[in-house]
């Protein structure tokens, strides 16, 4: 029998009848109250078959044996449920205590749970302690059918279970029994807690023990309630026509609008709902909407921003467009002006006024792609998918690892809170003035769907100007391509911990999480690195900030258990930067420092040297130091000295270059330190090498604020703001060289580095560089006893039979004879006449010098084409990579054992080997199948507009035969969305296609 059950507002379909239940009992037949009877917290997981049985393990956070024997009694089959969509999963309840002492299990009546505090074996004190239970539930809802107690105190005795739709009471009738919750409608969903309490009837010991419960997982599928709202008049609106709808125009200068949620809309106080505001997207500013919510009585409580939204910026676009809100904790009690329930306005308004053509509420998250995506809180799941390790994540020896920001932000990314670090305001709209950066980033190689334009700014050559986000997933993973295209290991992500910044207090973290997929994918490792700048001086406070937000890193977010997340000595690597540069004391920074060496971690301090005793012993704390911006070879030298008398190592800093001229709004070349041409970093590169440091650190990646970066660049910038004869600001250039130059001698400082180039502080020409790994389809085979093979097998024909082994904590293979064979899948290359272009790379155990290291492809010309580079192994130690890339691959299965390559390790020699990768290029470069489509208009030719920002260009010819292409260099306009050329103006027969240059 069916019956529909209303609880706080929500319809929900109830079984009555518990045909299908699973019953928890809380029995203690091994635990006398004698000997102990804490519990810890309480993790019940119940796991369920295909027919629907449930099966419960238990467990508990205490260590003594007799305590878990006594849980481990509840184990075993405990029922059944009625939800089919769970069946094959597992779900959990974790129970602690709330207000006491620990969660206890009595011996009294047969066993129940308590709490400690005022009666060790009891749930007592009302409104003070409780039993709480928080349901971790994938599909359904947890419907509590009945509650049992015993060892019931006194005779007045009311049970008070607490929920997120209410509270129910039931007065206790005997010293022990069962409380019928069916009818009740009582739910719960995944992340809802239940308190289990006493009401207050003024007895000071009227307590009970929880005895156990019973419970099925029904079908949570709820219809979503919807309501379309009117604007109230508090602030005075009209009522207009544009653009063939009526809308809403506020009175107000800042487009202010309130809202009252009529009764009838049945949502429940304290579980988010989500409001849908249509408005047209012209001129600039950023819809902002608070509500009256349930965390509190106080004005930010009456008016609590929206946590989550999308689509909130007005950028000019035109048309109307759909902006979402979620209001996670709301009240709507009338308590905002002219008892309204919430408001929304404008933030940095341009004067244009905000038109609203529809708002409606509902208790359902609306279906918007980037509206899931901002809910999602992906940071809180551990990285599920493809992991490609091409770097050892075992030591930081013979890395070269970079600093990475990742704080860029664009209006309607999945933060949506507008404009971040590339000018003075989030909301504003960006011209000449607004600009804080002091490079423009190099676009082509980036995703159209990832670029923002910037406002109505265009490049000196007419182009307009467009911006990336880190918020998206495809440009970090982007950013850390180039990476490892161009050798550099792995980054440090920057992370800004403050009181509203950080994870623990509910920070959103999408770069984190953005960061670690990235590596993943991209084969890089990565650690964290906490900037402790904004961190309150304040000691209790910082402390339980940073405390606080590692524990989460750890128990939410799990990023130590990630397989790319880097260690040293076997402990997972964080580096602290500020102490020592900021306003902290050093009793603050100790404390801090003490605590994270006692997690078991592995500390690297970045700071500006001081000669300070107490600073000195702060330094001492870690396992190695960075001296930011150190630069003289003699004084690194002098530091490295004192770490090495201290048991410590250094972590020298690299960096390009200095220029924050825009971000000061100073005139060039105030405060400004010149690139040289890439000299100025290869001197800091060659520092770090010559003064006998095992890695090195880059600074920064992607800090274009203050002419930092490293990542490219390009000399088509915007003009520097010049108003009358107020004139300041500079953007920096590459100085006639490749963008990309930055990146290749990081790659060069690591083969320096590492013993595979000479050490020498002359910079290198660019003939002198290894050309970029390819990055596009790979294959890879991860060698030892029993061989990982992704696309890319290992035959051992006679003369290349291998022996699988560990070497330097990893599975690797060596060779029996002279020869590693390796073929690919012929789905990914087979054959290719025309030649195939790809990277071919191994990383091999450096154990002794001189070991010579050949590559022999099959390629157009011959089977074992013997390519002219030679690594030579150094001899350093340490897991080391070298790649060859070739341009006339056939791989056509032609060598021993049909396979497609070969690694001559010659003189008799042995090498152990525990990875082999190919990568095919990620585009060829030229003409291209996928170029985008050009069309005639009117005398001319048109094309989409984000194809030239992302690097095509328009190329003609005269001649088809001659193939001889040349880029059009002037008369091209831009307007609403495409470029146009008035091909016919010039008067001559050519020919036209769009090109672009292979990715870097």
Known sequence: MKQGIKWAGIWVLAVVAASAEVSVDFFNSTLPQSTTNELGTLTLVFSVDAAGVVTLDASTTRGEQIVIDAVDAWDGAVGSIGHSGAFNTSFSLVLDDVGGSGLKLTDNGGGGLGVGGQNAWRIDRPGIEFVSADAIIPDGLLALNSVAWNHRANTTVDMQLTAPGGSLTNSLDGLEGTWNLVGEGLRLQSGQQLLFGNADLGVENDGYALAGFSFDIIDGTVAPETADLTPDNQTSYTTQSFEGRTVWVSDSADGQLYFDVPGAFGFVPGQPVYVRIEYHDSGYGRLFAEYDSTLGDATADKFQDAETHSRSSRVGGGGFVYSYQE????????????????????????????????????????????????????????????????????????????????????????????????????????????????????????????????????????????????????????????????????????????????????????????????????????????????????????????????????????????????????????????????????????????????????????????????????????????????????????????????????????????????????????????????????????????????????????????????????????????????????????????????????????????????????????????????????????????????????????????????????????????????????????????????????????????????LQYDGTSAAYSLHPDVEITPGSGGWKYYRWNVADGYFGNRQNGLSDFRINITGGNTVAIRRVSVFLPEEQGGAQADAPTIEFADTGLAWPEMSDVTGWRLFESGNLASNDWTEVGSGLTFTNGMVLYDALATNEASFYQLRKPAKK
């Not at 128990?555 to 997340?565: Q, S």
Request: with cysteine; proline share 5%; aromatic share 14%.
């Open 327 to 854: 209001f996670k904790s709301p009240l709507f009690n009338g308590r905002q002006n002219g008892g309204n329930d919430f408001r929304f306005k404008l933030q940095s308004s341009d004067g244009t006024p905000l038109r609203i053509a529809g708002v409606q509420i509902s208790t359902a998250p609306y279906a918007d792609e980037m509206f899931q995506l901002a809910l999602s809180e992906p940071w809180l799941e551990p990285y599920a998918g493809e992991v490609h390790d091409l770097v050892d994540n075992t030591t930081l020896a013979g890395k070269v690892m970079t600093g990475y920001q990742g704080w860029f932000g664009a209006p309607n990314d999945v933060m949506d809170s507008g404009w971040n670090h590339w000018g003075r305001g989030s909301n504003d709209k960006p011209d000449e003035s607004w600009m804080t950066i002091d490079a423009w980033p190099y676009l082509d190689d980036y995703d159209a769907e990832g670029l923002y334009r910037a406002g109505d700014l265009l490049h000196q050559d007419g182009r307009p100007a467009y911006l990336f986000s880190s918020r998206d997933p495809e440009t970090v993973q982007r950013h850390f391509r180039w990476m490892r295209k161009h050798g550099i290991d792995g980054a440090y992500l920057q992370y800004f911990v403050n009181a509203s910044r950080s994870g623990a207090n509910g920070g959103k973290q999408f770069v984190l999480n953005n960061v670690r997929e990235a590596a993943a994918k991209e084969g890089r490792i990565w650690a964290l690195e906490y900037d402790i700048s904004g961190l309150s001086t304040d000691f209790n406070e910082a402390m339980d900030i940073m405390t606080n937000d590692w524990n989460w890193m750890v128990n939410e977010a799990h990023i130590t258990d990630d397989p790319r997340y880097a260690r040293e000595d076997g402990k997972p690597v964080v580096f602290i930067w500020g102490f020592g540069v900021r306003d902290h004391s050093p009793a603050l920074a100790n404390a801090v420092v003490d605590w994270f060496a006692a997690q078991n971690l592995y500390l690297i301090c970045g700071t500006r040297w001081k000669s300070e005793p107490e600073w000195q012993d702060h330094f001492q704390r870690y396992d190695q130091l960075l001296i930011w911006m150190e630069r003289d070879l003699g004084t690194l030298a002098s530091r490295k000295a004192a770490l090495d008398s201290w048991g410590m190592k250094i972590l020298p800093h690299a960096w390009p270059g200095f220029s924050w001229n825009n971000l000061q709004q100073t005139v060039y070349p105030y405060q400004h330190t010149a690139r040289d041409g890439g000299q100025f970093y290869w001197d800091r590169l060659y520092n770090a090498v010559a003064v006998g440091a095992d890695q090195i650190f880059l600074g920064m990646f992607d800090e274009y604020d203050e002419g930092t970066a490293i990542m490219p660049m390009q000399d088509n910038h915007p003009n520097i703001y010049s108003e009358g004869t107020n004139t300041w600001g500079h953007y920096i250039d590459n100085e006639g060289r490749d963008p990309f130059w930055y990146l290749q001698l990081s790659e060069a400082a690591r083969e320096m580095l590492n013993g595979q180039r000479p050490v020498s502080a002359t910079l290198p020409l660019e003939s002198e560089i290894t050309p970029a790994a390819y990055a596009g389809d790979d294959a890879t085979c991860y060698l030892g006893t029993n061989d990982v093979v992704t696309g890319l097998s290992h035959p051992q024909p006679p003369d290349g039979v291998t022996d699988g082994l560990v070497l330097g904590n990893q599975s690797c293979r060596t060779n029996g004879a002279s020869y590693f064979y390796f073929g690919i899948d012929d789905a990914m290359v087979y054959a290719n006449t025309a030649g195939q272009a790809a990277t071919i790379e191994l990383e091999y155990y450096d154990d002794a010098p001189g070991k010579t290291i050949r």
